[in-house]
Every structure is written in structure tokens, then in C-alpha cells.
């Protein structure tokens, strides 16, 4: 096998966990007019290992959302074991974003095509007055909420289904819009409603159009049946409205290794 | 009874609670040269009373200190009904201030000297790695924690005893250092510690000293009950040092109304 600049077999696939509060960043991926989580990490990524390496995250995120669990992986050329790894990437890492987590994995695994699922989480405060310490992290919403009802709806986005109604249109092309959703759960514990909904992918604003659908169940604009009418359609201006995305945490993702 | 200016009959004092996140804040008390919670509530209470009575808080509290509950009073010549006043100051304050409730009270009632009692919580994060989303809101302790053994130190602050080792003294001159701690409570949810602390009255950061020194027994530095010890001593010097302020809130405060 032919080598170049540097031998190949020193090469280690690094799997890197972060998590991150996204209230002061544009989402994961790099943007050339503003501040992003990839472009912060690329930097510690630099600081430690003195080379530039590529680095790819398990998918993007949009500006304000959170992530308790981010996958990456990098390639590395190194020998620094992996538990230093963690110490010496929070070294140069904002107070928002920390490494959890990190282990060496096969070089064909990929932070993105080796996923095989994910987990959201979406936080609504549900009270009549705001919350200071919930600014940026859940959803104020200060109408009553009919926990029941909006579980009804929900059970109907679990299974296969082509989720085009559930899904922005943007440049990507996506060209499969069929999901396959594992659970959706609704929660309430005081005055936090927490929605939980596992796939093993996500269209482009797919938890969020869910969310704001079922507000539309909970508002009794839409009823719960509907939603699968809804789904049916294969029309986004069928579902309710795209919910803010500071109330979305990426909370799990999973790889078969 | 002579009259000044206005109708001293038409004066309500209205008790009103707020709620803060002081991560942005160098505390309560108005300051020449910081942003302050009292400087920013004055605001407020400017624009939606038209004139700029006193405001009485119900205590100090430092830089980065939080709180759930927060107590002020002012008397107003106003017939805004305390329902309208609620949502009028949280339309003019930020979004890490806010209004939870207003309520009319006796003209001699004051914030500050009314108070029978306060409770405080401190909140520890214990764990290894740091979390993005608890940053200015829990102090990170990443060494282990033995719960029972700060209970057991912690029996000894509570009752009516002298606090002036743990107290910091400054040019406010206090006269009393005797206080009266009813309860003293320690728990551990997941990996947040939450120590409780209610008493008649508090001295100069006197919950971020009895913190500090529970910490120190925690590290074996100060046996349980030489707690005792450090109370009859009267020697600032003695005690652990102050904790600091980002894990504190101010919880509740107690008036006899």
C-alpha cells in the first residue's frame, strides 16, 4: 500500500461524546458568518493534537438548540490515551460545551452514516409567568396542556412513515423522507412537559413541526386522529407550526458498535 | 394631618415577589459602577408607576447569588390592581427578572425589617467532568462527597449560637451576631447536592462560610464536631472559606403577614 505524507496505520479513529448548551451558538456545523459548536471544538481538536484533522458530528443542529449527548469522530495521528483526550479538550473548551466521553473505534466508523438511531428531548415550561432560569432552555407555553390528549396524537407519528408533512424543504434534497419512530413520550413533572421521541433519523425540523403540531392537538385546532390525515398528506402545510428551537435538547444517539 | 405634595391617604404598599437569575448581576443593591437587580427593577417600577417611589428589598445579596424568592415593598399612589401590576413590570423587565406576585400590605409593613425569617439553598454539582448546563448556577465539586458526615457536622449550626466565625466583616458594623438556624438540611439527587439552610436572620455570607466549612469536613480537614469548636470560638478564622456565590439562591422569606 502506497503511503502518503504520513503512514496510515498510526491513524486512530477517535470517537468523541460532547454535550453542549446552545444558547450562544448557530447550531453544530461551521458557518462562515457566525459562531458555531463545530468551529469552537475544531479549535481544541487543533490545540490538542497540532494538526488540522477533518472532523465529523453525527448531524446538524440549528442555532439555539442543545445537545446533552453530540457524537464526533476524528482521525488522529496520536498516541494520547483516550482518558486524556477528555482532560486536555476541556482544557480549551468553553464553559458551554464539554467532552464526556471518548474511545478509540474502528477507522470505517462514521460519526454520521453509522448512526443507527436518535433520541430528542423537547422541553416545555408550562406555567402562567415566565421562568428566569428556563430563558433559552424550554418552551414557555402558558395555556393549559391536556397531557392525554397530545399522547393520543402522538401515538400516531410512531412507525414507519413517510414524514414529508413534518419535514422544512431546504436545499438538501433529502431524497427518502421515510422515518422509522421508535417511541414518542410525553411526560409532565410540575410545571415541565417533556416529549421524548426516538427514530432512527430525523428529517430537517422533524421533532420541532411534531412539536408544534401537537400544540395545535392541545389548542384543539387539530384533532388527534388528524394526525395520521396529516402524515398521509405528504404536505407540510398540513402540520402545525415549526416550534422554537431552544426548547430541543439532542439527548441520545446510537451506533451498533 | 398636614399634607405634602400628595395625598398621603391614597398610598398603598404593595409587596411584590420577583425571581432573578443573578448570573448577569452584581447583586441586589444599586451600585455606581455594576448592573445590579434593584437598578434594573427600578426601571421597571419607574415606567409602570410614572414616578420613582423608594424600593425596599429584603436584603442584600452578592454578585452571581440567584433567587427563587425575592422580596421588595414600595408604596405607590396608584390604583393599578396588583393582577395588572404583575404583568405591567414583567413587560418592562428582562427575561432573567421576573415578577411571580404582588399583594397589598399594611403601610408598615418593610420588606427588610418585617422578615422573620429566610431560607437559602446551595446547590453543588458532584461530578468529574463539568456540565455546560449548571455553569453559574451550582459550584462543581468533583471529589467524592460523604453525605452523612456533612449531616452530622451540619446538626451543629442549627439552634441560637453566636455566628461570628462565620461571618464576613465588613463596614456594615453588625451589632447582633446571634442567629437562630431552624433547619439544616443535605440531599443528594443524581449528582446535585442541595443543602437547605432556614434561620431567623443570616450575617454577611454566613450560608457561603457554613458551605466552605462543610467542605472542608468533607475533605477531612475539619472533624464533625469540631463544628462545635468553631462556633465558640467567635474567630472568623477558624471556619472553612466562603463558597462561592454562584451556588447560593435565596429561596423563601418568612413574614408574619
Not at 457566525?34 to 494538526?51: G, L, P, R, Y
Not at 462514521?110 to 409567568?129: L, M
Not at 392525554?148 to 414524514?163: L, N, S
Not at 424543504?169 to 410540575?190: A, G
Request: glycine share 6%; proline share 3%.
Amino acid at each position: 500500500m502506497q503511503q502518503y505524507g504520513h503512514c496510515e496505520n498510526n491513524l486512530r479513529n477517535i470517537l468523541i461524546t460532547i454535550c453542549y448548551d446552545g444558547k450562544n451558538y448557530h447550531g453544530w456545523q461551521v458557518q462562515d458568518n457566525a459562531v458555531t459548536v463545530q468551529e469552537v471544538f475544531q479549535d481544541a481538536i487543533h490545540k490538542v493534537f497540532k494538526t488540522k484533522p477533518d472532523i465529523k458530528g453525527c448531524s446538524r443542529t440549528d442555532s439555539g438548540v442543545h445537545a446533552n449527548m453530540y457524537c464526533i469522530n476524528v482521525k488522529v495521528d496520536s498516541k494520547i490515551p483516550c482518558e486524556r483526550i477528555v482532560a486536555a479538550l476541556n482544557r480549551f473548551l468553553p464553559y458551554d460545551i464539554c467532552v464526556k466521553d471518548c474511545r478509540e473505534v474502528p477507522l470505517d466508523f462514521h460519526a454520521r452514516y453509522s448512526c443507527i438511531g436518535k433520541e430528542y428531548v423537547y422541553k416545555i415550561f408550562n406555567g402562567r409567568i415566565r421562568d428566569p432560569f428556563l430563558y433559552g432552555y424550554a418552551l414557555h407555553y402558558w395555556y393549559s396542556m391536556d397531557i392525554d390528549k397530545m399522547r393520543k396524537a402522538a401515538q400516531f407519528y410512531v412507525g414507519e412513515h413517510d414524514f414529508t408533512s413534518f419535514c422544512t424543504l431546504d436545499k438538501r434534497n433529502t431524497v427518502n423522507m421515510i422515518r422509522n419512530v421508535k417511541k414518542f413520550e410525553i411526560d409532565k413533572i410540575d410545571n415541565i412537559v417533556e416529549m421524548r421521541v426516538e427514530a432512527d433519523g430525523f428529517l430537517y425540523n422533524m421533532v420541532r413541526i411534531m412539536v408544534g403540531t401537537l400544540l395545535r392537538v392541545c389548542q384543539g385546532k387539530i384533532a388527534e386522529n388528524d394526525i395520521k390525515r396529516i402524515i398521509n398528506s405528504k404536505n407540510r402545510k398540513m402540520a402545525g407550526p415549526t416550534a422554537p428551537a431552544h426548547g430541543l435538547y439532542l439527548n441520545r444517539v446510537f451506533y451498533d458498535i
